[in-house]
């Protein structure tokens, strides 16, 4: 018995190792409404589609449309009412 406990853990630390190796894989469909015109780039306001109080998770995905809009060259405004733009972000 004592001789399978090596292997045994061996076995255990690789599938440990596995899980945490494996990379999740995202999906993104954006949708942009503009007159085929490119627009000035602004102050864009961001949004929850839900209308409940944004969660963890509505910050983390606002957070990765932010930068993305910053680094395209859009600054990210802190109340809509200063905003050029509103992004609604909804995850689905």
């Known amino acids: 018995m004592l001789a399978y406990r090596p292997l045994l853990a061996a076995g255990a630390l690789a599938?440990?190792?596995?899980?945490?190796?494996?990379t999740p894989k995202f999906s993104a469909d954006v949708?942009?409404?503009h007159l085929n015109q490119p627009f000035a780039?602004?102050?864009?306001f961001l949004e929850a589609a839900a209308t409940a109080a944004p969660t963890?998770?509505?910050r983390f995905w606002q957070a990765a449309v932010a930068s993305e809009l910053q680094r395209l060259g859009?600054?990210?405004a802190d109340?809509?009412?200063g905003a050029e733009l509103v992004a609604v972000v909804g995850v689905g």
Do not use: Q
């Not at 780039?41 to 864009?44: E, I, L, M, Q, T």
């Open 74 to 76: 859009f600054t990210i």
């Open 15 to 22: 599938l440990f190792a596995a899980g945490c190796a494996s």
């Open 56 to 58: 963890m998770e509505d």
């Open 31 to 33: 949708t942009r409404f």
């Open 41 to 44: 780039r602004g102050a864009v």
């Open 79 to 81: 109340a809509r009412a």
